[in-house]
């Protein structure tokens, strides 16, 4: 529905947050139900993976910002209970703790002129959105997308081509500097606090809490401001994302299966969402987290590819760094884990066919660079990824680190050359040191 309609038809002139409610076959509506109550409950899992509970109010996947994180300061809610299936949580009503859409406006703010450079000749610093500033007083809006823009100068001056910022996707890091006596978190101590941000929450909102603007709609235009910025001086912006799973991750136990977290996707399509064990009550799960996302399913793929279409097309974004890349090309939806470069049906192959890559000589395009493993199964395929993705390269990086630690060099463990790479030259990135290899 437009915003104008909202505003002329309904009379609703400020900011909308919505959130959604939903049943199924194991939660099949009643009339009598009420917030809190478990009427019409079956079972928190039934046969087939459905785990729907209306009692949660649900995340739109879709949503473009978000009110605040599950667990924050701002709904003073610091357990993930009020979220839980299973005997003991599920008549608690998530309602008003829970994060909300927020519906936005149309927003003109420009990204600047996008680079066209060939990734080969990039010089590409990673670094984490709130930490490049947090600690620099001289920088106004510290630790935000606004100060992030500030320092585009002292980043050009040190020759970087592409800054790759750390997942800036909505992730549940709003109680990082909270204290809680009843969950034993403090603001001084980092226990249980979500720094690097691989816990996405929503895959389209920016993370509100890297935003200086916290209005509604805030966040949005400052990432956009912070793009155009790095532009402007002829800098790349990548970040990094997380597609092999997500903050919901999987059962409270191994052996209990009712008992999960609900924030969004799962209580909406948990099968399509995500890889099932065979008899369809746990999560399969290659990532560590406890559940891989379903990038096999069709309806799990469009969510991939509209996140990546919104942040290359409407926030600026020129490529994407994706963790733990080898789940998306895994070929069995539940029960099992096979990777397969060649199948036409994987997401690494409809990134490829969706979202155009880069020409190695550059030119108009989309960076794709995969970090090639995972945990388990056939995930380590470094080298091993199809045309039009380039990689981490983990073997040049084990090999240089080898040398500079002085405990010497395998020539089985060679640095590879794009050579190693036939009709793919710059399939290879080379990376000495990353968030994941201290």
Not at 11 to 21: Q, S
Not at 58 to 80: K, Q, R, W
Not at 131 to 155: E, F, I, M, P, Q
Not at 380 to 398: K, L, M, T
Request: with cysteine; charged share 20%; glycine share 12%.
């Amino acid at each position: 529905m437009p915003v104008s309609t909202l505003s002329t038809t309904y009379g609703i002139t400020g900011p909308v947050y919505y959130g959604y409610r939903a049943w199924g076959p194991n939660w099949p509506y009643s009339s009598s139900w009420t917030k809190g109550s478990t009427a019409g409950f079956v079972s928190d899992v039934d046969s087939t993976g459905n785990r729907f509970n209306p009692n949660k109010l649900l995340i739109d996947p879709y949503a473009l910002e978000l009110s605040h994180d599950p667990i924050s300061p701002v709904n003073g809610n610091y357990s993930n209970a009020v979220y839980a299936s299973g005997g003991t949580h599920r008549a608690k009503d998530s309602g008003k703790v829970a994060p909300k859409g927020i519906v936005l406006a149309s927003d003109s703010t420009s990204v600047g002129v996008k680079p066209t450079r060939a990734l080969k000749d990039d010089v590409i610093y990673e670094v984490h959105l709130r930490g490049l500033t947090k600690g620099d007083t001289s920088v106004n809006c510290a630790g935000t997308y606004a100060g992030a823009a500030a320092r585009a100068d002292a980043l050009k001056s040190l020759g970087i081509t592409s800054v790759e910022f750390l997942p800036v996707h909505e992730t549940d890091n709003d109680a990082n500097d909270a204290s809680d006596t009843a969950t034993g978190r403090s603001a001084t101590s980092t226990a249980g606090d979500n720094y690097w941000g691989y816990m996405t929450v929503n895959y389209f909102a920016p993370d509100r809490r890297y935003s200086c603007d916290q209005s509604a709609g805030g966040p949005t235009k400052e990432f956009k401001a912070m793009v155009k910025a790095f532009h402007d001086r002829g800098i790349k912006v990548f970040i990094d994302v997380v597609y092999n799973h997500t903050a919901e991750g999987g059962t409270w136990s191994g052996t209990d299966a009712s008992t999960s977290t609900i924030y969004s996707w799962r209580g909406l399509d948990n099968v399509s969402y995500y890889s099932l064990t065979s008899d369809r009550q746990f999560f399969w799960d290659n990532t560590g987290i406890g559940a891989n996302y379903n990038t096999f399913n069709s309806v799990a793929q469009n969510l991939i590819i509209d996140s990546l279409r919104y942040w290359r097309t409407e926030l600026g974004v020129d490529g994407f760094r994706f963790d733990l890349a080898s789940v998306l090309g895994n070929t069995c939806e539940h029960g099992c884990f096979n990777y397969d470069k060649l199948h036409s049906g994987t997401a690494l192959n409809r990134v490829v066919r969706d979202i155009s890559p880069r020409p190695e000589g550059g030119g108009t395009g989309t960076d794709l660079i995969a970090e090639p493993w995972a945990i388990g199964g056939n995930s380590y395929q470094v080298g091993n990824f199809p045309a039009g993705w380039s990689e981490w390269n983990g073997i040049y990086r084990d090999t240089l680190r080898k040398d500079q630690n002085g405990l010497g060099w395998t020539p089985s463990r060679r640095a590879r050359s794009p050579a190693d790479w036939p009709g793919r030259a710059t399939c290879t990135v080379m990376t000495a040191a990353g968030h994941g290899t201290p």
